[in-house]
């Protein structure tokens, strides 16, 4: 989706576009072993997560406050490794802005703020 999905669709396109672009791009980079990766797919996840989390920048973190919504719990938890990865990222005024007020939220940092070092490299335990 590339236009401003409607406050209903927002899980949808979560589920549908944000998730599959970034969690693809995470397992397919972090998790797969760097023989295994591949190289190409993952550019491709990579620009469509970079394209997902602009159309965010635009949008979600403007309807998020201090009350999260449902599909700003689902962004919010994608941000944290989104914004650690060592990866080149666009500028995302907004949104960074918005994942700085979800990092000062204890039950945020509780949560979601889990060292993921161990998955390095790891497609299975």
């Known amino acids: 989706m ?13 589920a549908t576009t944000l998730q599959p672009a970034f969690m693809g791009y995470f397992w397919g980079w972090y998790r797969t072993p760097e023989n295994e ?30 009350h999260l919504t449902m599909a700003g719990l689902v962004v919010g938890a994608q941000l944290y490794r989104y914004f650690t990865l060592d990866i080149d990222r666009p500028n995302l005024p907004r949104l960074e802005a918005w994942y700085a007020t979800l990092e000062r939220r204890s039950s945020y940092r509780e949560a979601v703020m889990k060292s993921y070092e161990e998955l390095m490299g790891r497609l299975s335990f």
């Open 37 to 66: 990766r591949d190289t190409d797919r993952n550019a491709v996840l990579l620009s469509q997560s970079r394209a997902a989390f602009r159309l965010a920048d635009r949008h979600i973190a403007e309807a998020e406050s201090e």
């Open 2 to 14: 590339t236009t401003r999905p409607r406050p209903d669709q927002w899980m949808e396109w979560c």
